[in-house]
């Protein structure tokens, strides 16, 4: 039996949002990203976490109650979104990811399309997750995610890009650049 969320399309970015902050099931971390005169102009940074990244122009930077930072399309009528989450761990990328995807499994509506464990974000092994997540009983609204989960030192991370499955081609190229502008060690 399915369980649908029904939401009208004036909400369905919060929706959206609020899904990928909470798929994930990580936590914690700092919302006070630090400065570092060695990364690029216009990069996010987070020494914290040792990470920097190019978000798209123009897109809007906030941060969620949960997770490190997330960036969203301008307006209440765009559809995308990214989000990076960070949590301490103890699991190697194969375990950590796999306890991703079992907590991902288990929520109604949600399908997880396919999975390619032998990706790389920067020079880290990642683990990729494609996502569909349907809002609604007609399917009109369905939700497209890809999880890119790595592990380093300790910490679990897993950057969320997500948009309506019929706008997933129109921001996929975005998604690609932001994930091959990510630096570590800053």
């Known amino acids: 039996m399915r369980v649908y969320i029904s939401v009208k399309p004036v909400i369905n970015l919060l929706v959206l949002i609020t899904l990928s902050i909470f798929l994930v099931s990580c936590g914690g971390g700092s919302n006070d990203p630090s400065s570092d005169e060695d990364v690029p102009d216009g990069y996010y940074q987070n020494a914290e976490h040792g990470i920097g990244f ?80 349907e809002l609604n009983e007609d399917e009109s609204n369905e939700v497209r995610q890809e999880h890119t989960i790595w592990v380093e030192d300790g910490k679990g991370y897993c950057l969320i890009f997500s948009a309506l499955t019929d706008k997933w081609s129109d921001y996929q190229q975005t998604f690609q650049e932001v994930r091959s502008s990510f630096i570590f060690d800053i």
Do not use: H
């Open 54 to 133: 190019q978000p798209p122009d123009e897109w809007e930077k906030y941060y969620p109650s949960v997770g490190v930072v997330a960036f969203r399309t301008p307006g209440v009528t765009s559809y995308a979104n990214m989000s990076l989450v960070v949590e301490s761990t103890s699991d190697g990328l194969n375990e950590y990811a796999k306890s991703n995807k079992d907590g991902l499994s288990s929520i109604a509506g949600l399908t997880i399309a396919g999975e390619e464990p032998q990706e790389s974000i920067g020079d880290k092994e990642a683990y990729e997750l494609s996502i569909y997540i």
